[in-house]
């Protein structure tokens, strides 16, 4: 079966340090990728998709990159945070089978 | 542009009773829609799948419902429980194969049943 981990759930960052987020997908190959970022009492906005190795689009522009070094890896990356980039960050995968989403349990990011 | 409503924005409800949660889309060119339940500070667990050719599906206590031409998808809770607490979110992903099939989320209904 099909399973996503993202990793760490919890991160405290203080303003202009760096951030790596990492979200893993086992047991599919290809899949296409999603990073999407939900602030406090809003929505999910999508950031970045990949349907493939190298391949990113941003959707927002903004303080953060994104890249996929291997198929099923996709990370989430940042410079120097702003006090803006707080909030919680969810990877996703899309089944290529059923064409539904499954998500992964996220990341708390505060940057103080 | 998609745009996804859902109503009511919040609901509270006594243990036992059936509910139903509602969500609008203004495009119809659905290729699906996705029923998702999120717990405090926790990801997205998805409920239920419709594709665009399907009238409902079923899981549980759980019956979603799509009318894709009226623009309108329903999830019926039955015999509620207070671990059913949760935000719940619909979203839909478009026809075409574009922005990497970009899901468009509602803002969610956050519910609780009360004990």
């Known amino acids: 079966s099909q399973t996503i981990h993202q990793w760490p759930a919890t991160l405290v960052q203080p303003v202009g340090s760096p951030l790596s987020l990492e979200c893993t997908v086992e047991?599919?190959?290809?899949?296409?990728l999603y990073w999407y970022r939900q602030a406090a009492g809003r929505g999910l906005q999508l950031l970045f998709y990949?349907?493939?190795?190298?391949?990113i689009s941003s959707e927002v522009p903004q303080n953060l990159s994104a890249s996929r070094p291997q198929d099923r890896q996709f990370i989430l990356s940042s410079k120097k945070l702003l006090l803006s980039d707080s909030g919680f960050y969810l990877c996703a995968w899309r089944s290529t089978v059923a064409g539904g989403y499954t998500f992964g349990s996220g990341t708390r990011l505060t940057v103080v | 542009k998609q745009e996804v409503t859902q109503i009511p924005a919040a609901l509270s409800v006594p243990e036992g009773e059936n509910l139903v949660l509602n969500c609008s889309f203004t495009d119809s060119a659905i290729y699906n829609l996705q029923w998702f339940r999120q717990d405090p500070g926790k990801g997205l667990t998805s409920l239920l799948l419709i594709q665009s050719s399907q009238r409902e599906q079923t899981s549980g206590r759980l019956n979603a419902s799509l009318d894709k031409s009226s623009g309108r998808s329903t999830l019926y809770i039955a015999a509620s429980q207070p671990g059913d607490s949760a935000t719940y979110l619909c979203a839909v992903r478009p026809i075409r194969e574009t922005s990497g099939s970009r899901l468009t989320f509602g803002e969610g209904t956050q519910l609780t049943v009360n004990p």
């Open positions: 990949s349907v493939g190795i190298g391949q």
């Open positions: 047991g599919t190959s290809n899949p296409n």
